[in-house]
Structure formats: C-alpha cells, structure tokens
C-alpha cells in the first residue's frame, strides 16, 4: 500500500464550482498535513498546513484532516479559472522528510 | 513575501559531468531541503540539512549527491557525475521551524544528455 495515495485526476469543473480534493495515507504517525498548489514548471506553493485533526478555513479554501479515517481533504469554493493547476497533498511525522500525493490536476473552466 | 531563489532555472549537462545546484533560502530559515520531481511523478525527498549537518536523507541521496552551506547565506547541492535519470526538476525547500510548512523554491530543470 502506498504511503500516501491521491487521485491524479484530471479534473475538470466549471466556475464557481465547489471543488474536492482528497489524499488518503496509510501512516498512522503523520501528524502535519499540508497542501501545495504547482503551476506548470515551477514549484509547490504552500496553500494550507493543518496540525492533527479538524477543520481550517483561509478564504475560499478549506482543508480537513480525519485522522481516524487518515483522510484529509481540501475544499475550494467559487472556484476560478486561475485556481486551474496541480494540488499536491504533502504529510510528515514530525520532523521527518515530507512526503508527497501525486498531485491531482484541476481545470476550472470559465 | 520572502521567498526561495534556486539557480539556474535550467541547466543542461552531459552525462558523467558534474553540476551544481544552488539555492537561497530565506534569510531567517534554519531547516534546509532538496526535493526532486521526475517529469509526470511525484514530488521525492532527497536531502534535509540543519545546524551544518544533513539530518536525512533518503535512499536515492547516495555517495554522488553532496550538500553544502558555504556561507550564511547559499545552499548547494552537488550531483558528481550525472547519469540520464538524474534528469529531473530539483526543488530546494527551507522553513523556520519544524512545525511551519515549507517554503519552495522554482526549482532548477537539470537535463542530463
């Protein structure tokens, strides 16, 4: 089983959608949970780092971590054409080596 | 916003050559990392460096990869003699403390011929 496990998508959906992202892991120890956004070519930009378990909102995005069910989920609301890019889920253990989904590409149709 | 400066944004090499990646993290950042992506694959650790010592590495890091911070303010990473799946983009990260997320940089797109 993969350490860490993210639908590649592609995703495609119109603007203003609500859009849903979501990385499953098999390490119960991952204690950080983070999601990067990468444009073509150039590298992940941090968008979201939650602690443990809960919610936490910064504008449009919203990120969930389910620990119990190692789940952690990113959450866009009224999506736009510029949030069209690759959405990394990224995890660690402490101070250990982060490690990376896939990454899911997103499209957002205007 | 502070942010991470790799150079070059593109080198290209040829096989068994040496190159040198270099980074700037941000200035009052004391956790230093290099990441590689391979075009179509995930984002891999290679390298984690702080206090001037490498505290990790992973299992692709071996005897031809070698990091320095030769100043207080660069953060190189070197690849001795490059083979064909060296080609990758290079990414180097830095972060204040263990707890923040970290900052990337553009990454450097090495080309191994």
């Known amino acids: 089983q993969k350490e860490v496990e993210q639908d590649p998508g592609p995703l495609s959906v119109p603007e203003g959608a609500i859009v849903s992202l979501n990385c499953t892991y098999s390490?119960?120890?991952?204690?950080?949970f983070m999601w990067y956004r990468q444009y073509s070519r150039k590298g992940p930009e941090l968008l979201m780092y939650?602690?443990?378990?809960g919610n936490k909102e910064d504008g449009r995005f919203t990120a969930q971590v389910d620990k119990s069910s190692k789940y952690i989920s990113l959450f866009i609301r009224d999506s736009q054409p510029s949030d069209s890019a690759t959405y990394l889920c990224?995890?660690?253990?402490?101070?250990?080596?982060?490690?990376f989904g896939q990454g899911t590409r997103l499209t957002i149709n205007p | 916003e502070p942010e991470v400066t790799q150079t070059p944004s593109h080198q290209v090499t040829q096989m068994g050559q040496e190159v040198i990646l270099r980074c700037v993290p941000i200035?009052?950042?004391?956790?230093f990392y290099w990441y590689r992506q391979i075009l179509g694959q995930k984002v891999e650790f290679l390298v984690s460096?702080?206090?001037?010592?490498?505290?990790?590495k992973s299992e692709i890091f071996d005897d031809q990869f070698s990091v320095e911070r030769p100043d207080g303010s660069n953060f190189t990473l070197k690849i001795r003699s490059t083979k064909l799946e060296d080609s990758a983009m290079y990414f180097c990260?830095?972060?204040?403390?263990?707890?923040?997320?970290?900052?990337f940089g553009s990454g450097t797109r090495l080309t191994v011929v």
């Open positions: 939650t602690y443990s378990s």
């Open positions: 390490n119960s120890a991952f204690q950080y």
């Open positions: 990224a995890m660690r253990q402490g101070a250990q080596k982060l490690v």
């Open positions: 990260a830095s972060t204040r403390a263990e707890e923040y997320g970290y900052t």
């Open positions: 200035s009052n950042h004391l956790y």
């Open positions: 460096f702080y206090n001037n010592e490498i505290s990790e």
